[in-house]
C-alpha cells in the first residue's frame, strides 16, 4: 500500500513539474495566455487515460505555472480549475480514446474566455455592434487547446500507448 501512495505522488509530481516547464518555456514565446495562446503543456491532459496521478499533477503543475508567469489571481484559481475539470473527464472518459481529448478543450474554450474577459479586461470585440467578445475567445482559445491536447496531446497519446506497461504499471 504504501508504494502504491508513494508511487502516485512522485507520478503526480513529475507531471506537475513537467507542466510547469513547459508553460514556462512557452512563456517566453508569448503563447502560454491571453486570447491566441497555444500552451503546448497542456498536451499533458491526455496523460489522465494512463493515470489517475496526472489529475492533481495537472491541477497543480497549472496552478504553480499561472503564479510562476505572473497570472492575475482569478487566473491562478480558475484556469487552474479549468484544467482540473478537463483532467477529471479525460480520466472519465479513459475508456473511450477517441473522446479523452475532448473535456480539457471544452473546459478550457468555456473557462478561459470568462478569465479573459472578467480578470484581465481584455477589450471588446464588436461585429455589427454585437458584442462577441466571448464567442471569439471561445474559438481562438478553443482552437489553441485543439493544437494543443488533440493535436500534440493524440501524438502523445500514441507513444506513450506503446510504453504503457513499462511506464504506468501499478
Known amino acids: 500500500m504504501r508504494n502504491r501512495n508513494v508511487t502516485f505522488i512522485v507520478r503526480a509530481a513529475a507531471i506537475a513539474a513537467l507542466y510547469v516547464v513547459l508553460t514556462v518555456f512557452i512563456a517566453a514565446f508569448q503563447l502560454a495566455s491571453g486570447s491566441i495562446q497555444v500552451r503546448i503543456s497542456e498536451a499533458l491532459c491526455i496523460l489522465p487515460y494512463f493515470t489517475s496521478a496526472a489529475i492533481p499533477g495537472l491541477w497543480i503543475g497549472c496552478f504553480l505555472a499561472n503564479l510562476i508567469t505572473g497570472a492575475t489571481v482569478f487566473d491562478v484559481i480558475f484556469g487552474s480549475l479549468a484544467t482540473l475539470i478537463g483532467a477529471v473527464g479525460t480520466y472519465l472518459l479513459r475508456k473511450r480514446k477517441v473522446l479523452c481529448t475532448i473535456p480539457p478543450v471544452l473546459s478550457n474554450a468555456v473557462i478561459v474566455p470568462l478569465i479573459l474577459i472578467y480578470a484581465y479586461k481584455i477589450p471588446a470585440v464588436m461585429v455589427s455592434g454585437v ?39 501499478d
Request: some cysteine; hydrophobic content about 55%.
Open 131 to 169: 458584442n462577441v467578445t466571448f464567442a471569439f475567445n471561445f474559438v481562438t482559445v478553443g482552437i489553441g487547446e485543439v493544437v494543443s491536447v488533440c493535436v500534440l496531446g493524440g501524438i502523445l497519446l500514441r507513444v506513450l500507448e506503446k510504453y504503457r506497461n513499462f511506464l504506468f504499471k
